[in-house]
């Protein structure tokens, strides 16, 4: 022990200083951003400071928080299940609450999926969806060992994630220990005829095993949306050439589209799924990847080594599952549908308020996901961006522009009044820039 006395320390020193002393915090670069903010407590869609101030939290941190922060009747369950069986090898051993989650998740999945693969987090979820569509391949002999996937899309921090990420900024350093990837646009009315034929000339040399892509939304890419058509046209021609395709709903699962996922909107549906974020209702990390039978099917085999070899030590955590069952259950009860009807609508009005005003380039809306571009040029980590986080900050809401991106995806719970207050707060910001 370095230091006795840790209580202490507590009234002396803020939790911002003291977490400077030990802590390396994600996507941070320390030097320029040295300070982080303490947080005491969280209810709702309100986040307390250890100074007392309160913050309306509009992207659900992280888009986890669907139902509000420690949503009693999830914590309630939770903590009934800690009582009873608290983490057990998921390696030959089973249990009700991982049994429930799976019978209800298939329930409300696309018809199409069979089978779930539980892990720990986003990323590994899509890690586990690339070994997945690798491996089917290469079980049945195929030479298919290059993914395909869209510029700018996202799909977590690990090497398989990384790779297919198309975002620079966070891959620079690793790019040349990557698994081959292919790219393609995202699609627009524009260039969609261009992609497909461009890909079908591409898939001639039947070397791509799985495509991967966020439906609908590419959330790190600052929210950017396409058309469920032409990504159904890209899905078509995929599948006709045997390629295994991946949705990642990670960020876009359980009600953010307005509908349980965005795949719902898509009518050809995806071999393999990833879940995470909002599965587990910000509560315990947890991930799925889910996936048709025929693909469990190409692993299922007397060969041993024919099977997914791929387990983290917390895999189904009972209280993750149970967790997740509570969060299933709220996301189709009446209350929480109703509130997601009124964010939406809520969105769309605030959208014809804000929508000509001269410091807007552009808005867009999927369910409860609303975004505007700024008509201001800068940086994705420049000084203004930070400016504009301390605008909101100070007025006591919480928003994380990407770059001249400005979006709104908010716990389902948020009352009128704080939506009114996040809108008043941007409009402010707008009016002032
Ligand atoms: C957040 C995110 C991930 C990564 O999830 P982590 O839990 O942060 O590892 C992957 N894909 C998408 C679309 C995401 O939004």
Not at 104 to 122: M, R, T, Y
Not at 312 to 317: S, V
Request: hydrophobic share 35%.
């Amino acid at each position: 022990m370095k230091k006795a006395n840790a209580s202490e320390t507590l009234v002396t020193e803020s939790l911002s200083v003291r977490d400077s002393k030990h802590l390396w915090h994600p996507l941070t670069q320390h030097k320029l951003h040295p300070e982080m903010l303490g947080i005491v407590k969280a209810k709702g869609a309100v986040l307390y400071d250890e100074n007392g101030k309160e913050y309306i939290d509009g992207i659900a941190s992280w888009y986890t928080s669907a139902y509000g922060h420690c949503n009693e009747y999830i914590t309630d369950k939770v903590y009934a299940q800690m009582q009873k069986l608290d983490q057990v090898v998921f390696s030959g051993f089973t249990h009700e609450p991982a049994v429930r989650l799976s019978e209800e998740l298939i329930k409300l999945l696309p018809e199409n999926q069979e089978k779930l693969f539980f892990s720990d987090n986003g990323s590994t979820a899509t890690e586990i969806g690339i070994k997945m569509a690798l491996q089917y391949h290469f079980n049945q002999g195929r030479e298919r060992k290059t993914m395909l996937a869209f510029e700018e899309g996202f799909h977590g921090d690990t090497f398989g994630a990384m790779s297919v990420s198309g975002l620079s900024v966070y891959n620079g350093p690793f790019e040349e220990f990557f698994i081959d990837v292919e790219r393609i646009d995202v699609p627009t009315d524009e260039n969609i005829e261009e992609i497909l034929s461009d890909l079908e000339t591409r898939l001639q040399q039947n070397h791509i095993a799985g495509f991967i892509y966020e439906p609908l939304v590419q959330g790190a890419a600052a929210m950017k949306m396409h058309k469920a058509e032409n990504l159904n046209r890209i899905l078509k021609l995929l599948k006709k050439h045997g390629v295994l395709t991946i949705a990642d709903e990670v960020m876009t699962g359980f009600g953010k589209t307005g509908k349980p996922f965005a795949s719902d909107y898509i009518e050809t549906k995806p071999d393999i799924i990833c879940m995470s974020k909002a599965l587990t209702a910000g509560l315990i990390p947890m991930a799925v990847t889910s996936c048709s039978q025929e693909i469990y099917d190409a692993f299922y085999s007397d060969d041993l080594a024919k099977g997914l070899f791929h387990g983290h030590t917390y895999t189904g955590n009972p209280l993750a599952c149970t967790a997740a069952l509570a969060g299933l259950e709220l996301l189709q009860s009446e209350e929480i549908q109703n509130s997601i009807k009124r964010v939406i609508s809520s969105h769309q009005e605030f959208d014809s308020r804000i929508k000509n005003h001269e410091k807007v380039a552009r808005t867009r809306q999927c369910g409860i996901i609303y975004a505007l571009d700024l008509n201001v040029k800068m940086e994705r980590y420049g000084n203004l961006r930070d400016q504009i986080f301390k605008h909101f900050m100070n007025n006591g809401v919480f928003l994380r522009p990407l770059g001249s991106t400005i979006y709104i995806s908010a716990p389902y719970v948020i009352t009128d009044e704080q939506l009114q207050k996040i809108y008043t707060t941007i409009e402010d910001l707008l009016n002032s820039i």
